[in-house]
C-alpha cells in the first residue's frame, strides 16, 4: 500500500538556519509590532516580487479584507469577482458589507472571463476582484481597461501568483492592490502571513493604520483598524524560505512536467493553459476531467483516496453556491465556472514529492 499522500506538503528552510535566525530575538525580546525582520522582509518582498511598496500582514485573507477596506467603498456597493476561489475571496468582500456580483470563468485557464465584466457593471460598482487562480494570470490588460473605463478599483487576489511575471513585470505590479498568501501550504510560505504590494504610498499608509488598531502614536489612535500584523517569527520564516524560493520553483517544475508528459497520455485530462509571456510559478497541479475520461472527477476522487491519495476538488463547490453565500447575492447563472468545479481535481503537488509517487499516480489515473 502507497504511504499517505497529502495534497501538499509546506516547504521548510533547514533546521539549523532557522533556528540560528531566531536567536537574537531571545537578546532584543522584540517579538512584533513591525520589528527588524517585519521591515527586512518587506524590503526583501519588494525587490523579489520587482514591486515598489508592500505591507506584511498576519495572514492573506486580512490582507485582502484590509486592502478593500482601504479604500472605504460605500456600503451596499457592488463588487465584481468570481465564484471559483478559496471562500476566502467572497468572505473578504462580504466582510466589508459589500455585495458580490460573480461573473463566470473561462474554461481554458479558470480566470475570470473579462468579456463578461461590462455587462455586470451597474451604477452600484466600485471596484472588480479577480484572482489568479492556481497562478494562471487574468486578462490584466484588459481588466485595467474596464476599470479605467468606469472608474473602478481593481483588487487582485493574488494569494496563488507568488513570484509570477507577467510581460516581464512581477505580477504584484498589475491593479491597484494585488494581494499574496504565505499560508503553510502556499509557494511561499510565513507559516501564517500575507502581503498587499501596490504602488500608491497612500495604501502604505492607511494598511499601516488597518494592521495596526489606527495607532499613530502613544496617545493618539486616527481611525478605526483592526490588528493583522506579521509577528518576528513568521518574518524570520519567511527571511529563510526566501533563500531557498528558486529551489523550491525549480523542484516544482520538474515534478509539473513529469504530470504534464504522463497526463498528456491520458485520454479525457487535460490541464489549463497559461497565458504567453508568463514565468510560472507552479503552485499546484490541478487536472480537469472531462466526459471522455471513462470516471467521472468524484469516482476518480474516490479511486485516489482509497489507495491513499489525498487528492483535493479545488475549487468546489463555487463560493457563490455556500448557503452564507447565497443569501446575500443576486443569482447567477456561471455556466462555465460550475462546469470547471464540478470536474476539477488538484493533484498531490510540492517541491519533495517523489518522482516515483507521481508515476504511481498517473498509473493510478491512467488505468482506469
Ligand atoms: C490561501 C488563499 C487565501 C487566504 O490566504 P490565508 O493566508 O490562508 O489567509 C485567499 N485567497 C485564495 C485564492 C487563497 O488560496
Known amino acids: 500500500m502507497q504511504d499517505k499522500i497529502l495534497v501538499t506538503r509546506s516547504s ?14 531571545w537578546e532584543t525580546h522584540w517579538l512584533t509590532n513591525m520589528g527588524q525582520y517585519h521591515r527586512e522582509l518587506e524590503e526583501r518582498l519588494k525587490e523579489y516580487l520587482g514591486v515598489p511598496e508592500v505591507s506584511l500582514m498576519v495572514n492573506g485573507h486580512m490582507a485582502l479584507e484590509l486592502a478593500i477596506q482601504a479604500f472605504d467603498f460605500p456600503a451596499g456597493a457592488e463588487v465584481i469577482t468570481t465564484p471559483f476561489t478559496f471562500i476566502s475571496t467572497t468572505h473578504a468582500i462580504v466582510r466589508n458589507r459589500l455585495q458580490p456580483v460573480f461573473c463566470d470563468i473561462k474554461p481554458e485557464d479558470g480566470t475570470m472571463d473579462e468579456t463578461q465584466i461590462e455587462s455586470l457593471i451597474t451604477d452600484r460598482t466600485v471596484a472588480i476582484v479577480p484572482v489568479h487562480v492556481y497562478g494562471n494570470v487574468c486578462n490584466v490588460e484588459k481588466i485595467q481597461e ?14 496563488h501568483a507568488f ?17 499574496f498568501s504565505f499560508h503553510a501550504t502556499k509557494v511561499f510560505n510565513t507559516i501564517e502571513g500575507g502581503a498587499a504590494a501596490f504602488s500608491d504610498s497612500g495604501i502604505y499608509k492607511k494598511l499601516a493604520d488597518l494592521k495596526n488598531f489606527g495607532i499613530r502614536g502613544e496617545e493618539l489612535v486616527t481611525g478605526i483598524g483592526a490588528n493583522a500584523k506579521m509577528n518576528e517569527f513568521a518574518a524570520i520564516m519567511g527571511l529563510c524560505n526566501l533563500n531557498h524560493i528558486s529551489y523550491y520553483i525549480e523542484e516544482r517544475k520538474k515534478r509539473f512536467e513529469v504530470y504534464e508528459s504522463g497526463l498528456a497520455k491520458i485520454k479525457g485530462v487535460r490541464l489549463l493553459n497559461q497565458e504567453k509571456d508568463t514565468i510560472r510559478n507552479y503552485s499546484y497541479m490541478p487536472i480537469v476531467v472531462e466526459d471522455e475520461y471513462p470516471m467521472s472527477r468524484d469516482e476518480l476522487y474516490c479511486k485516489l483516496k482509497d489507495n491513499n491519495i489525498f487528492a483535493r476538488k479545488y475549487f468546489y463547490p463555487l463560493t457563490s453556491d455556500q448557503d452564507c453565500i447565497r443569501n446575500q447575492c443576486k443569482e447567477a447563472e456561471l455556466k462555465c465556472a460550475r462546469r470547471i468545479s464540478e470536474r476539477v481535481l488538484t493533484l498531490p503537488f510540492y517541491p519533495t514529492l517523489g518522482i516515483e509517487v507521481i508515476n504511481t499516480i498517473l498509473r493510478f489515473i491512467g488505468n482506469v
Open 12 to 25: 521548510m528552510p533547514p533546521y539549523e538556519e532557522y533556528i540560528e535566525a531566531i536567536k537574537p530575538l
Open 163 to 179: 513570484g509570477v511575471k507577467y510581460k516581464g513585470q512581477g505580477i504584484g505590479n498589475y491593479g491597484d492592490v494585488s494581494v
Open 146 to 159: 474596464i476599470a479605467a473605463k468606469h472608474h473602478l478599483k481593481v483588487i487582485y487576489d493574488a494569494a
